[in-house]
């Protein structure tokens, strides 16, 4: 796998943690390590930058969708549509280069998350009881997911289950909303009145996918636990709704299934984000909605094998028959 030079300098910076919480302390001198779920300290990696050296965003600005025009018919974007409220799109060209976007919507304070490792985009309500908390991201990562911290009280989260491990909150559960990952045309032509958030004010290389070839490789970045079952390439992206997975494969071929009380489709229109090194130019990974019988919106997410099976070891694969 060919890696520009941010990847490449995660792996020479990346160091392994000791067995046992003390390695951090110094460096999260506010986190309570005394509360916590991890057992294995092991699991726990630095990712390469430090605490928020990939600077998680708030208070983004957005222009309208006729407005737009940097981005490409299929270039990924996260979708948040809550009742009553302007359509929303959050290209993943920025959120490959800051993971998280702390934003309010309809009074709603929400997280927009992405971590490139895992290929998992998820929507969070913000609000634990009654407290509005703000994510950075901790430059840690475990089962090579993104460990987020909030400011209130630096506490750690995993960011593929929404669960506070380290800290405070420990064991809080933050609420996911419905969102989804789809190609920018997509949305634009079903939002024409949206709007989508505009480039952050920071120097980066927008547009450009840091982990060239990533979603091809054999074996996942900063990863030793156990692969997939049933021949299931580590880096396969299925779509998780609750402690489920349909294989994309699957969903590719069949365009719809409807079972286990959702209804999911699948149709072409978005790159991958991590193949090649223009992320408007990645291989056809396909737009997926996932629904009730009634037509509403889940939430769920799309994200590698690997990922689902060491959040999920006991999960459920959903397999063609």
């Known amino acids: ?42 699991e726990v990696l630095s990712g390469g930058p430090p605490k928020d050296g990939i ?25 948040l549509e809550i009742a009553g409220e302007v359509p929303r799109a959050y290209p993943i060209r920025y959120l490959t280069w800051h993971e998280i976007v702390n934003d309010v919507v309809g009074g709603v304070p929400v997280a927009v998350t992405f971590c490139p490792l895992c290929n998992s985009g998820i929507t969070f309500d913000r609000r634990v009881d009654g407290q509005v908390l703000e994510f ?51 949305f634009a032509a079903r939002n024409p009145d949206g709007i989508v958030m505009d480039q952050p004010p920071i120097s980066r290389r927008y547009g450009a996918n840091p982990y060239v070839g990533y979603d091809g490789s054999r074996k996942p970045f900063l990863f030793s636990g156990e692969l997939p079952p049933h021949d299931i390439p580590a880096l396969a992206r299925v ?16 365009g719809e299934v409807s079972e286990a009380g959702v209804v999911i489709s699948w149709q072409e229109g978005q790159a991958s984000a991590l193949d090649t090194q223009e992320i408007a130019a990645g291989k056809e990974v396909g737009n997926v909605r996932v629904r009730d019988a009634s037509g509403a919106d889940l939430p769920h997410d799309v ?17 063609p028959n």
């Open 136 to 186: 950075g991201v901790s430059g840690k990562l475990r089962n090579s997911d993104m460990i987020m911290y909030d400011r209130q009280t630096e506490s750690w989260w995993q960011q593929a289950v929404g669960t506070a491990i380290v800290g405070e909150l420990t064991g809080t559960e933050l609420v996911t909303l419905p969102s989804w990952m789809e190609g920018w045309e997509t």
């Open 55 to 79: 600077p998680s965003v708030e208070d983004p600005s957005f222009l309208a969708v006729a407005e737009e025009t940097r981005l490409q018919p299929r270039e990924p974007v996260i979708t």
């Open 239 to 254: 779509v998780r709704v609750g402690e489920r997975a349909w294989p994309l494969t699957r969903l590719a071929e069949e």
């Open 303 to 319: 994200m590698f094998a690997f990922a689902f099976h060491a959040f999920w070891p006991d999960g459920t694969w959903m397999l």
């Open 1 to 42: 796998m060919r890696m520009i030079p941010l990847l490449t300098a995660a792996l020479i910076w990346a160091a392994p943690a000791s067995a046992n919480p003390d390695f951090w302390v110094n460096e999260w001198p506010n986190t309570d390590f005394d509360k916590t779920t991890v057992e294995n300290w092991v």
